[in-house]
T-cell receptor, first 113, second 114 residues
Framework: SQKIEQNSEALNIQEGKTATLTCNYT??????LQWYRQDPGRGPVFLLLIRENEKEKRKERLKVTFDTTLKQSLFHITASQPADSATYLCALAVNSGYSTLTFGKGTMLLVSP | GAVVSQHPSRVICKSGTSVKIECRSLDFQATTMFWYRQFPKKSLMLMATSNEGSKATYEQGVEKDKFLINHASLTLSTLTVTSAHPEDSSFYIC??????????FGQGTRLTVV
């Protein structure tokens, strides 16, 4: 069966450190993968998209890697800040253009001052 | 930017009544809108996909007569939860696309059925 797995336990790190979140998938061949941030009681906010033929994408303090052999994406936040505390969701799309998204459960990140 | 507004943000209703949730794209025309449901500490579950002027496509296991979707224009989609029951209590979120890969989400609606 198809699965998208993200660490269910919260990730606690200290301010200034790099946070690394994992998204693993099975029985999918995604055309692209997206990462979203979700704050409590709010809708998700788009952060980054990485396509199947890309290894790495960066945006300011964010970096995403995509390994289609390992079927894994890593999401990094460098120089983390308490304001980065939120739940981070990965989502897969199987079509290269517009496509419905399938979401993981998300990983909660807590950055302590 | 692209803004999607969802209304109401919270609603409490009595069991057996119907509730309508609106999703509007404020500054763009949305070719497609999506409705999701999210339980605490769970992932967003896609309920249905709607395109303006046509019937919504429901995901397996979602009752179309229970969750009525109307996509009347390129900027408005509504979800009506009919004859609501306590098990329908959840967080409902809509999203919209311009036809590309990025999805823009509303702020969500917390529905509580008592």
């Amino acid at each position: 069966s198809q699965k998208i797995e993200q660490n269910s336990e919260a990730l606690n790190i200290q301010e200034g450190k790099t946070a690394t979140l994992t998204c693993n998938y099975t029985n999918y061949s995604p055309a692209y993968l997206q990462w979203y941030r979700q704050d409590p009681g709010r809708g998700p906010v788009f952060l980054l998209l990485i396509r199947e033929n890309e290894k790495e994408k960066r945006k300011e303090r964010l970096k995403v890697t995509f390994d289609t052999t390992l079927k894994q994406s890593l999401f990094h936040i460098t120089a983390s800040q308490p304001a980065d505390s939120a739940t981070y969701l990965c989502a897969l799309a199987v079509n290269s253009g517009y496509s419905t998204l399938t979401f993981g459960k998300g990983t909660m990140l807590l950055v302590s001052p | 930017g692209a803004v999607v507004s969802q209304h109401p943000s919270r609603v409490i209703c009595k069991s057996g009544t119907s509730v309508k949730i609106e999703c509007r794209s404020l500054d763009f025309q949305a070719t497609t809108m999506f409705w999701y449901r999210q339980f605490p500490k769970k992932s967003l579950m896609l309920m249905a996909t709607s395109n303006e002027g046509s019937k919504a496509t429901y995901e397996q296991g979602v009752e179309k007569d229970k969750f009525l979707i109307n996509h009347a224009s390129l900027t408005l989609s509504t979800l009506t939860v009919t004859s609501a029951h306590p098990e329908d209590s959840s967080f409902y979120i809509c999203s919209a696309t311009k036809g590309g890969t990025e999805a823009f989400f509303g702020q969500g609606t917390r529905l509580t059925v008592v």
